[in-house]
């Protein structure tokens, strides 16, 4: 029963790295739900690890990114140190608030990203990138809150960086790249801030781990080689609302 779960958990995650890897996005939002849909404990199992894998995932997805010239290495440095100091703090408040209460808040967040990704599906891709001013101001305060937003919930801050490196007028594929790089950053300051009470597995990591690191360089070369910009978006859209959903049923029942 063991084996045929882990296997079960082996396939999801792959699957959900090979996805996610290709948004740059690391995949806690399924990360999170899949080990907590499974009852694992929340706060020593479910975020700790899903904060692992997330950053596993992004930075394995940088070697594709990186070598096609995808990431923006200067421009989303400051948003990445701002993500870095975040997470860790986000990752402190988590103990003191209620399981029901980080799911809700989690749902909330995917819902409004997935509807403004959504929103932007039609919408050219830019001829440039944005200016130094909007990357820097804007983008650290938004990516400080993502991070600790991310390192409270246990999914990296990915879902709300990339809608926003989006809509301040990043192309799809330097977003996604983009995106993994700010996320791994993070992810595993976010992970440090919850291994303390991290209760170790070790079948499970060898599972999951294994499975991220294949699937990430599948999705991310295939993202930087084939994918297509507006089912990229419509995707990312349609599974964070699905997640939300998911996420919903039980607070409506």
């Not at 993202?223 to 998911?246: C, D, E, F, N, R």
């Amino acid at each position: 029963m063991v084996s045929v779960m882990m296997a079960a958990v082996g396939i999801l995650i792959f699957m959900t790295s090979f996805l996610f890897a290709m948004l740059g996005l690391g995949g806690g939002m399924l990360y999170m739900p899949i080990f907590h849909w499974l009852d694992f404990s929340l706060k020593n199992v479910v975020i700790p690890l899903a904060l692992l894998l997330n950053g596993l995932n992004t930075l394995l997805a940088l070697i594709p990114y990186g070598h096609r010239h995808l990431v923006d290495w200067k421009g989303g440095l400051p948003m990445a140190i701002s993500a870095l100091i975040g997470a860790p703090i986000g990752a402190l408040v988590a103990p003191m608030l209620p399981d029901r209460l980080l799911l809700f808040i989690f749902a909330v967040l995917v819902a409004m990203a997935g509807v403004r990704t959504l929103t932007i599906v039609k919408n050219p891709e830019p001829d440039k990138n944005p200016s130094p001013w909007r990357r820097v101001l804007w983008g650290a305060l938004v990516c400080g809150v993502a991070g600790f937003l991310g390192g409270m919930l246990g999914i990296g801050g990915g879902f709300l960086i990339s809608p926003f490196l989006l809509w301040i007028g990043y192309r799809t594929k330097e977003a996604a790249a983009t995106t993994a790089y700010i996320v791994t950053f993070s992810s595993f300051s976010g992970f440090l801030g919850h291994v303390g009470r991290m209760t170790i597995n070790p079948t499970l990591i060898i599972v999951t781990v294994g499975a991220v690191i294949i699937a990430s360089l599948l999705g991310s070369t295939f993202m930087a080689q084939k994918a297509k910009p507006q089912w990229v978006k419509t995707l990312y859209g349609i599974l964070l609302l699905g997640v939300s959903i998911k996420l919903f049923i039980p607070f409506v029942l």
